[in-house]
């Protein structure tokens, strides 16, 4: 698969998400082995999750369990592989998140991911999302000693706008490697933040990039274009939204979720779908009014 790069680390310019693994709706421990071993054939080296990734209160880490299984048990070699967890969000049990951005709660959770992943330290650990009742500065001044300490290789953040990122970027002394914000068809407003991203060099991890786990599969019935797009290509509307998002920028690095082998083997041949300017110039324009 074609590189892109985060931080010093070069990934496969397509990962995979680990959400739909783990929390409402997820498949059995065997598929979910399956589809993150595909992924690997597929050539995926970026693999995003959560500790939050969970469902039940008392399973915190299922995916990041789930991940370091899969990964333990796959034939091939996986030094090359990025795990990239993140911590700030909760889910009590109840099917609601709640958020802890404190500082204490940041060290411990980074402890807890490091045993459940088996590592020394975590490779790309991202602030989930920004905790209104913690001072973002005291967040992230958290994911800065981290760094410092060496429990974290990598610092990234998640669900920021403009100026959290400028303000990430200096508390962490220029280590700020990616942002993972929501971004879709369905979900544009976060260009300004993957601009920003362009014009630092952080990588732009979008999530819920085929506008998330219940209406993925509807995405070439709500945007004609990208369906249209798709059919002239003979490949997925999924493929082309993934493609489509590559051609923004070099630091895009999507992460589209998946619990079947079938669905990560056709995203990840996105980035060997050229679409011309044309075509680009089509997915781009607005289309709110298809949007239901
Ligand atoms: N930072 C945050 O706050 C945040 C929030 C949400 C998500 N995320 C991350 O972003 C990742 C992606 O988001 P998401 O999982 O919510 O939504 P998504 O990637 O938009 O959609 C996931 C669904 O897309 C389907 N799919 C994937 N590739 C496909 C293809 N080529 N053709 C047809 N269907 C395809 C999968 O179906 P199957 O299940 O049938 O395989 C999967 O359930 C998550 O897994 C998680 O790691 C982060």
């Known amino acids: 698969m074609r590189q892109r790069t985060i931080g010093d680390v070069q990934v496969g310019a397509i990962g995979l998400g680990g959400m739909p693994m783990s929390i409402e709706g997820r498949p059995d421990h065997e598929r979910s082995i399956r589809t993150i071993h595909a992924a690997l054939e597929a050539g995926v080296t970026l693999i995003d999750t959560a500790d939050a990734y969970h469902l039940h209160g008392n399973e915190v880490g299922h995916n990041e ?54 590592v020394e330290a975590i490779g790309l650990y991202q602030f989930h999302r920004p905790d209104p009742k913690v001072p ?38 220029g280590r700020l490697v990616s942002v993972q914000n929501q ?52 490949v997925s509307p999924q493929r082309v939204t993934l493609a489509w998002m590559l051609a923004k920028s070099p630091v895009v690095i999507p992460i589209p979720g998946a619990s079947r082998p079938e669905s990560i083997t056709d995203s990840a041949q996105a980035p060997d779908l050229t ?14 009014r298809e949007a239901r």
């Open 65 to 118: 369990i789930l991940i370091a299984q899969a990964l333990a048990s796959w034939g091939g070699d996986t030094s090359g592989v990025l795990v990239a967890t993140k911590g700030g969000h909760l889910r009590p049990g109840d099917g609601s998140w709640t958020l802890d951005g404190s500082p204490a709660h940041l060290r411990e959770a980074v402890e807890a991911s490091l045993k459940r992943l088996g």
């Open 136 to 173: 973002y500065e005291d967040s992230i001044g958290a994911l800065r000693d981290l760094l410092d300490a060496g429990k974290i290789r990598m610092a990234g953040i998640s669900n920021a706008d403009v100026i959290q990122i400028r303000q990430a970027q200096e508390i962490l002394g």
């Open 183 to 234: 971004f879709s068809p369905a979900f544009r407003s976060s260009e300004p933040e993957l601009r920003l991203c362009d014009e630092l060099g952080v990588a732009f991890l979008p999530w819920s990039p085929l506008g998330g786990i219940s209406r993925a599969g509807e995405l070439g019935d709500r945007f004609a274009p990208f369906a249209r797009v798709a059919e002239a290509h003979g």
């Open 275 to 288: 679409l011309d300017d044309a075509e680009l110039r089509e997915l781009d324009a607005p289309t709110l």
